[in-house]
Nanobody
């Protein structure tokens, strides 16, 4: 199994920056793609960014492209999400996810096999 633990969430003001992290443990050699999703009450879980673990190819949702940056440290089995120019609408619970697949087309939560517990990010005006 794979365990994922997020950290770094918190409360910030609009325009501020925040970096959240996801540490993976267990059978991390089974991970080929990692991603961040976010979800607020009443809405579906929303893809944010993803990164292929070996090649480093990244993918971003249109809503965050240019503001958020995903990166990884393979040796430490850690993924990061740098969030800049935060908006109120970015407020959500952010979930770390890992997939046994190399994901190139489509970023449904169903493609991810392991999930963290989530970390709250709140952006105030």
């Amino acid at each position: 199994q794979v365990q994922l633990v997020e950290s770094g969430g918190g409360m910030v003001q609009a325009g501020d920056s925040l970096r959240v992290s996801c540490a993976a443990s267990g059978r991390t050699n089974s991970i080929y793609t990692m991603a961040w999703f976010r979800q607020v009450p009443g809405k579906e879980r929303e893809f944010v960014p993803a990164i292929n673990w070996s090649g480093g190819t990244t993918y971003y949702a249109d809503s965050v492209r240019g503001r958020f940056t995903i990166s990884r440290d393979n040796a430490e089995n850690t993924m990061y999400l740098q969030m800049n120019s935060l908006k109120v609408e970015d407020t959500s619970v952010y979930y770390c996810a890992a997939s046994r697949y190399i994901i190139r087309n489509g970023y449904s939560p169903k493609q991810y096999h392991y999930w963290g517990q989530g970390t709250q990010v709140t952006v105030s005006s």
